[in-house]
């Protein structure tokens, strides 16, 4: 019997919110967006805490295999310390909150400066976390060892008598794999796309730049699948992946089967300028839409996309003129279909969005409200 992996997306506004639940059970949550105001009824957004708690309990578990933060920015980051426990300090532990046994950062969320906004505060909460956890050696993953971390390193373990390498073991460099993850073992492996050491050596740290960047590789029977996990990058960050991989000859995880597009479906992601009806990709980003395998998704963590009046003049994120030049592109590869994840199945009740990956194919289960129920229905699965 071939194995069924699944990746969620939840319906959290202009925020990120994923998770990959493997067939053996493990569970790896990307970036985390609660707003209070969901957990009013009637407004559109998910009551985010209340139903990664429902899962838990129903999958008979108090934790995250994995906790993922992509970057630092609000909406990747906020209510996380109400509802997480955190090891570093009593205040943010109960029997209510829930424990993470992994923790996975860039390097820019060690050693960034904070600053007095109260939107650091959420910051300054984890940041001071995944120190606690990189001194305690345990329990954590840094991606990328730019000067600043080496040079925090050195410091902080001088003061405990150990070597300034002594936790290079939990650090990871872009181009390579995560441990703790294995096709064999796990069914799945963790490819690092970024940061780069230079996102965070080049003065100040710009956190999109420096965000988390995977190829998720998965595996149902001998069928594989792609899955690019995109931080907020911006098109500069993407041309750089692309020229890296590339001439590391990993052309191969440039491809995908799904892929979580970044920033909300900003033009930013895909050039500098937004056009008139349709960005039109930098050159490698658009080699990068290309990658796309026949039967792809791309999906948008956003607001509603919607081509109306006054779309085209919108200043903030998502832009029409993006979905479009995504659109194109998922068209040119054969794909299936450009997801937003407040719109699905409609604008004023979005569910999480369920992918599904089987030997038989990507399948996307999808909540489609009639009156007051939600049916389940399923799309035919592509072929592997």
């Not at 950062?105 to 904070?114: G, L, Y």
Request: with cysteine; net charge negative; hydrophobic share 35%.
């Amino acid at each position: 019997m071939s194995e069924t992996h699944k990746v969620i997306f939840y319906p959290v506004g202009n925020g990120d919110t994923s998770q990959i639940v493997l067939d053996n059970g493990r569970r790896v949550l990307f970036d985390f967006c609660h707003r209070d105001k969901a957990e009013d009824d009637d407004t559109p957004e998910i009551d985010l805490k209340k139903r990664l708690r429902g899962e838990l309990k129903e999958a008979k578990r108090e934790d995250f295999d994995v906790v993922a933060f992509t970057h630092a920015d609000k909406d990747h980051i906020q209510g996380s310390t109400d509802f997480f426990w955190l090891e570093h300090a009593e205040k943010y532990q109960g029997k209510d909150r829930i424990k993470i046994k992994e923790l996975w950062v860039p390097a820019a969320m060690v050693v960034e400066s904070a600053s007095n906004d109260e939107q650091s505060a959420e910051f300054v909460i984890l940041r001071q976390e995944a120190r606690h956890r990189l001194l305690a050696g345990k329990g954590i993953r840094v991606f990328s060892k730019p000067q600043d971390l080496a040079d925090w390193l050195e410091f902080a373990l001088k003061a405990r008598g150990e070597k300034p390498d002594a936790r290079d073991h939990l650090i990871v460099d872009a181009g390579t794999l995560v441990p703790g993850f294995s096709l064999d073992a796990d069914k799945v492996e963790f490819f690092c796309h970024s940061p780069f050491i230079k996102h965070c050596d080049d003065g100040d740290i710009v956190r999109n730049s420096a965000a988390l960047v995977f190829n998720v590789r998965l595996k149902s029977g001998k069928e594989l699948f792609d899955y690019l996990e995109v931080g907020d990058a911006e098109w500069g960050d993407l041309e750089d992946i692309v020229t890296a991989t590339r001439r590391h000859k990993n052309d191969d995880r440039l491809e995908w089967d799904l892929f979580n597009i970044p920033h909300h479906c900003s033009y930013k992601a895909l050039s500098d300028e937004k056009g008139d009806k349709e960005t039109v990709p930098k050159p490698l980003v658009k080699e990068l839409l290309l990658e796309g395998r026949a039967g792809a998704y791309i999906v948008s963590c956003s607001k509603p996309v919607n081509d109306d009046k006054g779309a085209y003049e919108q200043v903030q994120p998502p832009h029409i003129q993006a979905r479009k030049a995504y659109e194109s592109h998922l068209a040119k590869v054969d794909g299936r279909k450009f997801l937003v994840t407040m719109s699905e199945p409609n604008a004023s009740r979005p569910k999480p969005l369920e992918f599904e990956f089987t030997a038989s194919g990507l399948a996307l289960k999808k909540s489609v409200v009639v009156g007051s129920a939600a049916i389940i229905t399923s799309t035919a699965p592509r072929a592997g």
